[in-house]
Nanobody, 125 residues
Framework: QVQLVESGGGLVQAGGSLRLSCAASGRTFSSYFMGWFRQAPGKEREFVVAISWSGGSIYYADSVKDRFTISRDNAKNMVYLQMNSLKPEDTAVYYC??????????????????WGQGTQVTVSS
């Protein structure tokens, strides 16, 4: 089973960019589809984006489509989330998650068995 550690969060002005990274331990990283979720204060955790084991299938939440880009490097056991044109409503703790399987990735948090500790993203207006 992999372990996940996120990094790259911080404070940015609206319209700015951040790049989140998720480092995975373990030798079976390519057996997992990966996802990013976020949770704002007082709100439930919500799906942001998911990517299949090969990177060939990617699903974005409508709220981030055309602004966020997910990518993965299986050789380095890394997943990245490039976030552009950030808005105050993007403020949340962002979590990296892994779900085992080489099928299509999932937008449901129940499909993910391993979660990182989260990284805070704050977008000021």
């Amino acid at each position: 089973q992999v372990q996940l550690v996120e990094s790259g969060g911080g404070l940015v002005q609206a319209g700015g960019s951040l790049r989140l990274s998720c480092a995975a331990s373990g030798r079976t990283f390519s057996s997992y589809f990966m996802g990013w979720f976020r949770q704002a204060p007082g709100k439930e955790r919500e799906f942001v984006v998911a990517i299949s084991w090969s990177g060939g299938s990617i699903y974005y939440a409508d709220s981030v489509k055309d602004r966020f880009t997910i990518s993965r490097d299986n050789a380095k056991n890394m997943v990245y989330l490039q976030m552009n044109s950030l808005k105050p409503e993007d403020t949340a703790v962002y979590y990296c998650a892994a779900g085992i399987g080489r099928g299509l990735p999932s937008s449901s948090s129940y499909a993910y068995s391993t979660w990182g500790q989260g990284t805070q993203v704050t977008v000021s207006s």
